[in-house]
């Protein structure tokens, strides 16, 4: 099987390769040396710790930076840098990590955005355009119509439209910078599916995921990252998960997760729900969080784990039921008055409702808690000590606190939004997919921060939608399905084929 693949390898046509590609932001070499190869039909594995350079590569090769040294050949012409425009034109798609959406216009005009279907008098073909997008749409196994607005999307329909989009193209080379993050199964089934049908028609793709198992089971070739160098080119087939793992940092892995923390009964309740509504799309809740306790909120997309949580942070109105917080019937009507009775949030759209990228580091970790630091005004001496503190404690890699978030890799964004949250001072911490996009180091480093929350007396809700870090951590789990709660998993019964009976009412 290697020996056949090998040649299968050599005998297809060379679509793409660098030459010792560099790049450097100032004194930081991002990017060093970067040799790579990728022919037509190939599915490559591009896999690295956060910051080991995987994002400033897709970057120069689609056009959106330049690189500082070496350069590339696509299709057997030579470039030193080339522009977006370029790119796409040479058929060089990329399906971006962060939404690349506009959300006050519609799917499908999203989908042709600059460009748009023309009819023969050369007036908008907004029929063709809705048609056409309802085709691709339903390739993906999704039943998104084509004129809903993106802003009424969930996250996870929102990547099924950027997958959309791209696929919409004509391309020789698809770049898939994290696309299953916020995916359930069969929608990771159905891409892969398609995956599968472009490389028969010879379409070449460098598949960027944290999510080893997925390259293991869809990738030809593996190429590993660290430190901006190239460490590995290898046939998939040859490595473990754990393998690849270790190759990526550079060192054995200990344990991901830590151990459970095993809570007890008598512990104070830090929020009860009593046949909590919302609408249509929340209903009849009622559970129970104590003390030190972490609780997995787990179901489908779309099951209503984030509207839940939009209820407790202010977000969405709760209609009808009793929501009590700290002892106290609450009523929260904008997040300002959940942060101020001590919840904390970590949003699934990192950079749409999270952080604000243009922002810099330290801006961003107390943009929630900021009226602590004016007396009156603000007193950045005392930020940039917090902000110091928690790049120290969560080794987030930065150049200093005042680099704006926007030089950061997303898992470095990611942590930075914990910050904001943590420094809060909350009392019950909503983490809603705390690991998307984020490597395996910095997922235990995660759930290791999570561990210590639990320790210290505060109460989390996880909800992701990878079922084996609700396994990990959660000694309780409770089920979600269209809006109500299914049931709840203690301990030994929590396994994902008992969380899947509950989540599809199988």
Same mark, same amino acid.
């Given at each position: 099987m290697g020996s056949m693949q090998q040649t299968l390898e050599q005998s297809a046509d060379l679509l793409l390769e660098t030459h010792g590609l560099c790049k450097s932001y100032g004194s930081v070499a991002v990017l060093q040396q970067i040799s790579i190869q990728?022919?037509?039909?190939?599915?490559?594995?591009?896999?690295g710790e956060n910051g080991a350079g995987k994002s400033t590569l897709l970057k120069c090769l689609c056009g959106i930076t330049r690189p500082s040294k070496g350069d590339f050949s696509f299709a057997g012409h030579n470039y030193q840098g080339i522009s977006v425009? !370029?790119?796409?034109?040479?058929?060089? #798609? +990329?399906?971006?990590?962060?939404?690349?959406?506009?959300?006050?216009?519609? #799917?499908?005009?999203?989908?042709?955005?600059?460009?748009?279907?023309?009819?023969?008098?050369?007036?908008?073909? !907004? @029929?063709? =355009? /809705?048609?056409?997008? %309802?085709?691709?749409?339903?390739?993906?196994?999704?039943?998104?119509?084509a004129q809903r607005a993106v802003k009424d999307l969930s996250v996870a329909d929102k990547q099924l439209v950027e997958i959309a989009k791209a696929l919409s193209q004509s391309c020789r080379l698809l770049i898939m910078d994290e696309p299953t993050t916020v995916l359930n199964d069969a929608e990771v089934e159905n891409l892969f599916q398609i995956m599968k049908r472009m490389q028969q028609n010879g379409t070449a793709i460098l598949y960027v995921s944290h999510k080893l198992r997925e390259i293991k089971k869809i990738c030809n070739r593996v190429l590993i990252l660290r430190?901006?160098?190239?460490?590995?080119?290898?046939? $998939?087939?040859?490595?473990?998960? /754990?393998? =690849?793992?270790?190759? =990526?940092?550079?060192? &054995?892995?200990? %344990?991901?997760?830590?151990?459970? +923390?095993?809570?007890?009964?008598? &512990?104070? $309740?830090?929020l009860?729900?009593?046949?909590?509504?919302?609408?249509?799309?929340?209903?009849?809740?009622?559970?129970?969080? /104590?003390?030190?306790?972490?609780?997995? *909120?787990?179901?489908?997309?779309?099951?209503? !784990?984030?509207?839940?949580?939009?209820?407790?942070?202010g977000i969405r109105k709760i209609s009808s039921g009793k929501l009590i917080f700290a002892g106290k019937v609450r009523h929260f009507s904008h997040p300002g008055q959940a942060v101020s009775a001590g919840i904390a949030c970590l949003s699934e759209d990192r950079q749409g409702s999270g952080i604000l990228t243009p922002f810099s580091v330290r801006a961003n970790i107390t943009l929630v808690s900021l009226a602590s630091y004016c007396h009156p005004l603000i007193d950045q001496r005392q930020e940039k000590r917090t902000a110091g503190k928690y790049i120290s404690a969560f080794q987030i890699r930065t150049p200093s606190t005042e680099t704006l978030l926007q030089e950061?890799?997303?898992?470095?964004? %990611?942590?930075?939004?914990? $910050? @904001?949250?943590?420094?809060?001072?909350?009392?019950?911490?909503?983490?809603?997919?705390?690991?998307?996009?984020?490597?395996?180091?910095?997922?235990?480093? #995660?759930?290791?921060?999570? /561990?210590?929350?639990?320790? @210290?007396?505060?109460?989390?809700?996880?909800?992701?939608?990878?079922?084996?870090?609700?396994?990990?951590? +959660?000694?309780?789990? &409770?089920?979600?399905?269209?809006?109500? *709660? &299914?049931?709840?998993? %203690?301990?030994?019964?929590?396994?994902?084929?008992?969380? =899947?009976?509950? $989540?599809?009412?199988?």
């Open positions: 990728i022919h037509s039909g190939e599915i490559i594995g591009l896999i425009t !370029r790119a796409r034109n040479l058929g060089i #798609v +990329c399906i971006p990590q962060e939404f690349n959406l506009i959300n006050e216009l519609q #799917v499908c005009e999203n989908i042709f955005l600059g460009r748009e279907l023309h009819t023969a008098l050369g007036l908008l073909d !907004r @029929k063709a =355009m /809705r048609t056409k997008t %309802q085709q691709l749409l339903e390739e993906l196994g999704t039943d998104i119509p430190d901006g160098l190239l460490v590995c080119d290898s046939p $998939a087939a040859k490595w473990t998960e /754990r393998d =690849m793992a270790e190759r =990526m940092v550079g060192r &054995a892995l200990n %344990q991901v997760f830590p151990e459970k +923390c095993q809570q007890t009964s008598d &512990a104070d $309740a830090i009860s729900l009593d046949k909590i509504c919302s609408g249509d799309v929340i209903r009849d809740v009622t559970l129970t969080l /104590r003390r030190g306790e972490i609780l997995g *909120l787990a179901g489908l997309p779309g099951s209503g !784990r984030t509207e839940l949580a939009e209820c407790l942070y950061l890799s997303g898992g470095n964004q %990611q942590k930075v939004a914990i $910050a @904001k949250g943590l420094d809060s001072n909350p009392s019950l911490f909503i983490f809603d997919e705390p690991t998307r996009g984020i490597d395996i180091k910095a997922k235990s480093e #995660v759930y290791s921060f999570i /561990r210590d929350l639990l320790d @210290k007396g505060i109460a989390c809700i996880l909800i992701s939608s990878d079922l084996e870090e609700i396994i990990g951590l +959660c000694n309780r789990v &409770a089920v979600m399905r269209e809006g109500h *709660l &299914a049931g709840f998993l %203690q301990d030994e019964n929590i396994t994902e084929k008992q969380i =899947m009976y509950l $989540a599809t009412g199988v």
